[in-house]
Every structure is written in C-alpha cells, then in structure tokens.
C-alpha cells in the first residue's frame, strides 16, 4: 500500500520555464511533508518542507503548495535551471505512528534541457 | 553542517557473505537510519535507531540487522548476502526538535552481491 505517489516518473522542461512536480498521499495523518533532491551516485538532499497547518512555503525558486483536502502537494521550480537535472523525492512524515520515520515516493526524474 | 559518512561507496560480495555497512554522523543526532533504494521503488526503510542500543524493523527489514553501540554509529549487517540485496544502501540521521521532521543523508554505498 502506497501513502505517498508521484505518478509522473519522469519530467522534461526547458530552462527558463517552470517546473512543477507532483505528489499524492493517502494517510490523512500526515502532518509535515518534504521534498528531497537526488543527484546519481550521491545520497538525497532536502530541498524544502511544509507543515500541514501551512499550504505555502518559499525558498528562493522553490515553492512546495501543500492541498490537504485533496491530499496533493507540488513543487515548483522557477526558472528551471540545468543544474536542477535530478529524481525529486516527495516525503511524508506523521502518518499517526512513528514520527522518527519519513514515507517517500518513489520519486520523478526532472530532465532541464539548455 | 551537518556530515553523515559511510564506509564505502563502492562494495561488491559474494552471495552467503556476511557484510557490514557502517555509517558515522557527526552532529550528536539520536536518531539514525538505514534505507536502500532500487529503480522504480524510491526509498525503503529497512531499519532505524531513535537513540543508542535503540532499534525498530522499518518496511523492509527481513535479512538485515543492525547494531548502535554508539551514539555516532549506526551499522547495517546483512547475515547472509543474496544477489536481491544488490542496491543503493543510504544512512540518515535527524535530530528530533519540535517542528522538524529533516533527515541528513550520508553519500551511499552501491552494493553489488555476485
């Protein structure tokens, strides 16, 4: 059973434009949601994160939308820059049992074309 | 900032073998973690610490153990190696403070089981 879903495993954007990636869960206990940045052969980095009492948050290019009632939030990245070329990890904290653990997606490969 | 190391990037065994995954933090985090990541399936818990000699099974802990004698140190071991334990193993360590649910993520070890 998966609580967190990226159901795009892939996303291609020219640079400049902006990028939106998505994510879905289905445990409505969960209360803090991140976004985590993996380059190959390197471990994740975290990007940005939202509590679910927040539906915005900004940092720089990044904004995380957070949509409790449907259970979605996005991240987006504007402008895209080549260098953003990396798997997005959506994760999920909460969940109404250990709150030490994070349920990741299963991630989506951005690709920012020059 | 906040460093997480592991013992190896590279690791290739055979099958039967016993190996030892290490991971060290140095920023005094009570909680640590083992994750392994596969194509197509994102990040899976195999086992976490919330705190020294602490352990708990994460969703996927059938053919591993752990150990933490030390705060810093978190091992991973797998008793008998088995060519489906060819992956990406990634360490991560949080310090619980209210409101914060981010993990910090060590550089990972590509374990490949012949």
């Not at chain 1, 939030?73 to 109404?96: E, R």
């Not at chain 2, 690791?11 to 920023?27: I, N």
């Not at chain 2, 399936?41 to 352990?55: A, E, H, Q, T, W």
Request: hydrophobic share 30%; with cysteine.
């Amino acid at each position: 059973d998966q609580q967190v879903k990226q159901n795009s495993p892939s996303l291609s954007v020219q640079e400049g434009r902006i990028s939106i990636l998505n994510c879905d869960y289905t445990n409505s206990m969960f209360d803090y949601f991140l976004w985590y940045k993996k380059y190959p052969a390197e471990g994740p980095t975290f990007l940005i994160s939202i509590s679910s009492i927040k539906d915005k948050n900004e940092d720089g290019r990044f904004t995380v939308f957070l949509n409790k009632s449907a259970k979605h939030l996005s991240l987006h990245i504007v402008p895209s820059q080549p260098g953003d070329s990396a798997v997005y990890f959506c994760a999920a904290s909460g969940g109404g049992g250990s709150n030490y653990k994070l349920t990741f997606g299963k991630g989506t490969l951005l690709t920012v074309n020059p | 900032d906040v460093k997480v190391t592991q013992s190896s990037r590279y690791l290739v065994k055979r099958t039967g073998e016993k190996v030892f995954l290490e991971c060290v933090q140095d920023m005094d985090h009570e909680n640590m973690f083992w994750y392994r990541q596969d194509p197509g399936l994102g990040l899976r818990l195999i086992y976490f610490s919330y705190d020294v000699k602490m352990k708990e099974k994460g969703d996927i802990p059938e053919g591993y153990s752990v150990s933490r004698e030390k705060k810093e140190r978190f091992s991973l071991i797998l008793e008998s190696a088995s060519t489906n334990q060819t992956s990406m193993y990634l360490c991560a360590s949080r310090k619980p403070r209210g409101g914060s649910y981010e993990q910090y993520f060590g550089p990972g070890t590509r374990l490949t089981v012949t």
